[in-house]
T-cell receptor, first 115, second 116 residues
């Protein structure tokens, strides 16, 4: 039962162009969404998040868009840099029912940014 | 910058043996988590810990697993009798109180557990 889906296992982008990573979710109770970046042999590193009361959050080159009606979010990286090459995980959590915020992750999308 | 640390980085054990994976969360954080990632699969939630007790646990976290915060700094995951399918990368994470629920978790570098 995949509650968080990242349907593209990989994405290749030219340096300087936009990278768009997509994520879909099925659980309408999710109200907090995060993107993590992961390099090999390291733990996930937090990038950006958005709560369900917003539809956009921006931090430097990273912007996350949330479309609640479509249960879809996306991460835009502009401009893409070779150092952005990593696996990107979408994660979601549900604040209801006394949850302490355990994260449900997608399978990840491997981004390759070519010079 | 404060970070979550984990030891060992790699643990090899025989099936049926007990293992303890150790984590030192960020010092002023109050919420602690364990996740695992089997090779090629997604990161999966195991357990959350707050106020010296388990808050939530997943189906994976059966009675072979336990967690403990033995002192003010360490957070451990014990697997009582390891199975081949326990081979995975285990990540510890912690979260502060600032911002309430809507606050990111910080992950450690992971411990690679190999069960032979």
């Amino acid at each position: 039962d995949q509650q968080v889906k990242q349907n593209s296992p990989s994405l290749s982008v030219q340096e300087g162009r936009i990278s768009i990573l997509n994520c879909d979710y099925t659980n309408s109770m999710f109200d907090y969404f995060l993107w993590y970046k992961k390099y090999p042999a390291e733990g996930p590193t937090f990038l950006i998040s958005i709560s369900s009361i917003k539809d956009k959050n921006e931090d430097g080159r990273f912007t996350v868009f949330l479309n609640k009606s479509a249960k879809h979010l996306s991460l835009h990286i502009v401009p893409s840099q070779p150092g952005d090459s990593a696996v990107y995980f979408c994660a979601a959590s549900d604040s209801n029912g006394g949850s302490q915020g355990n994260l449900i992750f997608g399978k990840g999308t491997k981004l390759s940014v070519k010079p | 910058e404060p970070e979550v640390t984990q030891t060992p980085s790699h643990q090899v054990t025989q099936m049926g043996q007990e293992v303890i994976l150790r984590c030192v969360p960020i010092s002023n954080h109050l919420y602690f988590y364990w996740y695992r990632q089997i090779l090629g699969q997604k990161v999966e939630f195991l357990v959350s810990f707050y106020n010296n007790e388990i808050s939530e646990k997943s189906e994976i976290f059966d009675d072979q697993f336990s967690v403990e915060r033995p002192d003010g700094s360490n957070f451990t995951l014990k697997i009582r009798s390891t199975k081949l399918e326990d081979s995975a990368m285990y990540f510890c994470a912690s979260k502060g109180l600032a911002g309430g629920f809507y606050n990111e978790q910080f992950f450690g570098p992971g411990t690679r557990l190999t069960v032979l």
